[in-house]
């Protein structure tokens, strides 16, 4: 247990279909991304909230659409996704960064998202 | 853009063996290298991590090495066990900022 809790665990969605993504910390950590690890490929940074306020949109579509209503819970919101999009989407938190030290990030389980 | 490279993509060794994982990295910047483990079903988990200003850290049977100079670090595991099989992520990353750039993975295969 990582004290990253991400739900649910699976989830399968049609092209038209909306749906959510959670995850919750435990940990006091401030600072919140999202990532998706598709098979074969490096873990792809998708989103990072730090603070509650988004500091990184890496270039992704805006069929996915994350919120972050306080520090220790993450959205991610999906719609009209494509097959391409079928992964694992990694939630991960950290203490934060400052000009000294990087922090260890803590991953959750992941949710397996299937786009039919 | 900046990259990580990984190699080898799978690892199969016999138990008691040691086992090297070697990732490359092109961002100059970098100064903090962690390495993830993660196994089936579950989220990767940190193992253990090195900052530039060290040449190699220890933890019982697992180890990392790293030169600089030629942006190669290194993640070593001796007396491998079953249960050391999972997929193997290095990642290079920047003091002061929260971007790790993650390689594509190790498989690692431990067999009894």
């Known amino acids: 247990e990582t004290g990253v809790t991400q739900t649910p665990r699976h989830l399968v969605m049609g092209m038209t279909n909306k749906k959510s993504l959670k995850c919750e910390q435990h940990?006091?950590?401030?600072?919140m991304y999202w990532y998706k690890q598709s098979a074969k490929k490096p873990l792809e940074l998708m989103f990072v909230?730090?603070?509650?306020?988004?500091?990184e949109n890496n270039s992704v579509p805006s069929r996915f659409s994350p919120e972050c209503p306080n520090s220790s819970h993450l959205f991610l919101h999906l719609h009209t996704l494509q097959p391409e999009d079928s992964a694992l989407y990694l939630c991960?938190?950290?203490?934060?960064?400052?000009?000294?030290?990087?922090?260890?990030?803590?991953f959750g389980q992941g949710t397996r998202l299937t786009v039919v | 853009g900046e990259n990580v490279e990984q190699h080898p993509s799978t690892l199969s060794v016999q138990e008691g063996d040691s086992a090297v994982i070697k990732c490359t990295y092109s961002?100059?910047?970098?100064?903090?290298f962690p390495w993830y483990k993660q196994e089936l079903g579950k989220g990767p988990q940190l193992i253990i991590d090195?900052?530039?200003?060290?040449g190699e850290k220890k933890d019982q049977r697992i180890a990392v090495t790293l030169n600089k100079t030629a942006k190669h670090f290194s993640l070593h595991i001796t007396e491998t066990q079953p249960e050391d099989s999972a997929v193997y992520f290095c990642?290079?990353?920047?003091?002061?900022?929260?971007?790790?750039?993650f390689g594509t993975g190790t498989r690692l295969k431990v067999l009894a």
């Open positions: 991960a938190s950290s203490q934060g960064w400052d000009s000294y030290m990087n922090t260890e990030a803590f």
């Open positions: 940990l006091g950590h401030n600072a």
């Open positions: 909230y730090n603070f509650k306020e988004q500091t």
């Open positions: 961002d100059s910047a970098s100064n903090y």
């Open positions: 090195i900052r530039s200003n060290v």
């Open positions: 990642a290079a990353g920047v003091s002061g900022t929260y971007k790790y750039i």
